[in-house]
Every structure is written in structure tokens, then in C-alpha cells.
């Protein structure tokens, strides 16, 4: 896992690892801005315009001249504005600034036009991680003038306002793209700031993840790697017991597709077993779309115990017998998954929440989480909250979205990597709970069920949306969920 540093530890790791590589703070700066341009050579490869490197008085400037000095080995149309002569900046900066060759034009910000065409640059070297404060002043207007122009829009390390570690107050560049060095900053993950973020790219500066761990705040990005080892192998003599006996809890009349879509998404990620409890009723439908499934009622089923893992909630609506719930959770002694209304049941009745078997894996949607929580002001509350929700009940919070967190009993938090705008379509949440439900039926650690859950739903989320884009519906994630085993070369 990729461990996400704080900013205010950043300087101390540059420390630290400029010591341990035997480099200057100048060779690491040199790095990160060659591993940007690499990025943007890649992404715009006929580059012909001009490009505007804006650039303030700290590293994040330096990082902005030193791509200034690559980009002019290309092309004359590299202009920098800065903001505070050189003597007044970060010695990094000033080293840079005197490196600055001849075919790039230098405009102080006060001088500075802004006739940028749309098919220019505007590149964001004015803060990095060292933001102490909101803007004021020039650096403000400037912001609020370049978020008004044209033009391509990319950010060095973080789009220069928000702070790197918390909810943005005032204004900030607006980028479409965000190249950031080595780990993503937390802010970068939040919803609050996806407008000004864009698209994220991480630029390897050679910081190895071993030396990043040591100043880690329990706080990770899951990557593509981190995934097969989490999985558990099968041999040629398993058998459909050895893959799990799961069953599905929830439906009512109108939305019996959620357990529907649980169910099935359970089999497509592996389940030997797939059972669902619906009320009486309603099983025809589901016989039909899913023969695969058995289909019970409550008068059916005699002994929860021998399931190897339950999903309780899709669909389930709120008129539940909850003193079915209260035996449910009460008498079944190992992890189980709760979604949706098996949540919102839980809000309305909390002394439910002490009775959830430990490890279980809780997947709220933002909503369903404040119901459970209180209302929260931003996302850093709502990840503080998680967090605390975790270690109390010894279980695992998975508060879905864009960047999807898994809050463990150990405090620490995990953000996923996959998945798209195109997933936040109905269903979407039935089918990952499905999933993770499926993990823990095969016996998997309820850790690694729901790494393995949140990463291959939003990969066949995104394997999907390639041909579906925004017509994607929540079945369409199912039908691509094999091929994410195929993706990771999986068996
Ligand atoms: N390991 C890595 O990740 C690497 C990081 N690198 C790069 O370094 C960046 C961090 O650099 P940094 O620490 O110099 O901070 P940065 O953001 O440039 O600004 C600090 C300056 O701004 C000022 N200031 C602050 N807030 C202000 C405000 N609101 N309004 C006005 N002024 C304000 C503050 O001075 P102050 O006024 O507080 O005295 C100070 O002068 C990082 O994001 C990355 O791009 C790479 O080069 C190499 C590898
Ligand atoms: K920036």
C-alpha cells in the first residue's frame, strides 16, 4: 500500500531521504520536475503552444522553473510569472531562477497580461504543500483571473490553495490535471475538491515505499499491486464448498433487484453457494433473472450458522421485524457485511451497533453514514468519525465514493485507486456488497475482502464504462467483474 504522508512531515521526508540517497534537496527537486514533463510529454505529445509556468515563492515555484528550463529544450514559447524576486524565495528557487535560459520569457505577475488562448498552458507552480494560510492579495486575484481564462490547466503537486491536508477555505486553481509527487496528498481525495483537482497523476520522484511507511499516518492509497497477494488461491480439487455457501438478507416489495443484483454479483466474483432471503412473494422474479440462486424466505431458513458469510441490507426497506435483526446479529458469530437499509435499520435502533459480530464490514454511502454518525461539515470529519466508529465497535467502515475509504479497527485508513463517475448509478452499491460479501464466503480475512471488494468493483466499473461511459448501469459492473481476474491475472 501506498502510504500517504501528511504535509506538514513533507520537509522532514526530503530531509530524510536527500541524507539517506546522498542527493541535495536541488537533485530532488530536479527529479520531480523531470517526472512531470515526462507525464506532460506523454499526455500532449504535439505540443505547439504556448506554455504559461506560474510560479510562486516557495519549492512548488522551483519545481515550476526547473520544468521551465526542460520545456525551453523544446520550444521558445515557455513564459514564467513569478511573484516575488528571487532573493525573497526559497534557495531551491533562486537556484533555479539563475538556471533559467535565455528563450524563456520572464514577466513579473503585476506585468502579467493574462491573454492566454484555449489552447495554451497554464501551468500552477504557485503553492505546494507549504500553503499555510487562504489567499490574499495578488496571489488570490491572479488565481481568480487564471480560473476565468482558457486554456489547459495543470497543477504541480496540488492545485495551489488547498491545504494538503484539510477542507479548502477561500479560493484555489482550478486545474483539470494534478501531477503530484509520489503519493497523493490526502485533500487531493476529497469530494469537496474534485472541481479543482481534475484528473490526479502520481510522478515518481524514487521515494520507495519502504522509506515513506516511517512517516505514514495510517493513512494508504491501495494500488494495483497490493491486490494479488490480498487473494486467496484454489486448487483443481476445490469444490463448490471450498468457495463459500453465502446468503443475501433484504429485499421488499419494489426492490427485490438489490438483493437481485447482490446475489448475482456474489457468483460472478466466486461464490460456490449464492442464497437470498426475500420476503414471501417475491421469489419468482428472482428464480427467473438468476436460476443460479436458491431462494428462501424467513419461515425457511432454520440456522443462519451455516452460511459462510451473510450480506444483510439491499433492498431490505425499513419495515423489518427487528427483533430479527437484534437474533440475526446477536446469534451469528462471524464477520457478516451490512449495506443500505441494514444500516439505516441500525441508525434508527443504535443498540444494534454493539451487537454487530466484530470485523464485520459496514458499507455506508455518504448519507447513509451521517444517519448513523450525525450530520458532518466536510470529509475530513467524516473520515475523523469513521475512523473513531471503527476502533469502538472493532469493525470495518467502508464509506463509499470517489476514492472509497476502509477505515480498520487499527485506526488505519485505506483509499481506493479504481472505479469512475459513471458507477454512481442505482445498484451500484448492491453490487459491491455482493462482492465483498462473496470474499468473506470464501474465506478470506475480512481485511482483504474488503480491499479486494472496493478495488475489483471500481476496476469492472471502469473496464465497463470503456463501451457503456455514462449509459453504465449497475448490471453492466457485474457482467465485467471476471474480467477484472483476467486484468490482474487472477486464476
Ligand atoms: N518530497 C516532495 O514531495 C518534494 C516536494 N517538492 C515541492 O516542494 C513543494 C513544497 O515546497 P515548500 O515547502 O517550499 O512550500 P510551497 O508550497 O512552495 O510554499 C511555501 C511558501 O509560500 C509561503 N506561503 C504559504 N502560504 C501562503 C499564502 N497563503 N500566501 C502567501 N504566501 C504563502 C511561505 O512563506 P510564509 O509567507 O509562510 O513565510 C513559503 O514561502 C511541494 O509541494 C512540491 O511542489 C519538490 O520540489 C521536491 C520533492
Ligand atoms: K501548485
Redesign the pocket.
Known sequence: MLSI?P?KS??Q??KA?ISYEGIT?LD??E???VSFCNWFFVHFPKNENAIFIFC????????GL?IARIFSKTTDKVHVVYF?DSEN??N??QSNFAKLPKNISKIHIKDFSFNISKDDFVID?????????????I?KESIEKLNRVEGMKIS???P??IP?DAVLDGTCFKAAYTVT???P?LSLLFPEHASFVGDIHIAD?G?HDDFLKSFSNQKFLIRKSDIPGLHKKFHNFSHKGDYGRVIIIGGSVGKVGAVLMASKSALRTGSGLVHAHIPKGERLVLQIAVPEVMVFDSQEVQDYKQFDAMGIGPGWGMNVDISFYRELLSNYNKPVVIDADGINLISKNPDLLKLIPKESILTPHIKEFERLVGICENQEERLRKAKDLAKKHHIFIVLKGAFTCISCPDGNQYFNSTGNKYMATAGSGDVLTGMITSFLGQGYKPFNAAVCGVFHHGLAGELASVVKRRGLIASDIIDYIPATYTQLDID
Open positions: 504522508i504535509g513533507v520537509s521526508l526530503d531521504f534537496s530532488l527537486m527529479r520531480a520536475a510562486g515563492p516557495g519549492n512548488n515555484g522551483g519545481d526547473a516575488e524565495c526559497s531551491d528557487y507552480g504557485i503553492f505546494g504543500v507549504g500553503i499555510n494560510r487562504p489567499l490574499e492579495g496571489f504541480i503537486d496540488i495551489s490553495g494538503s509527487f509520489q503519493f496528498k520522484i521515494i
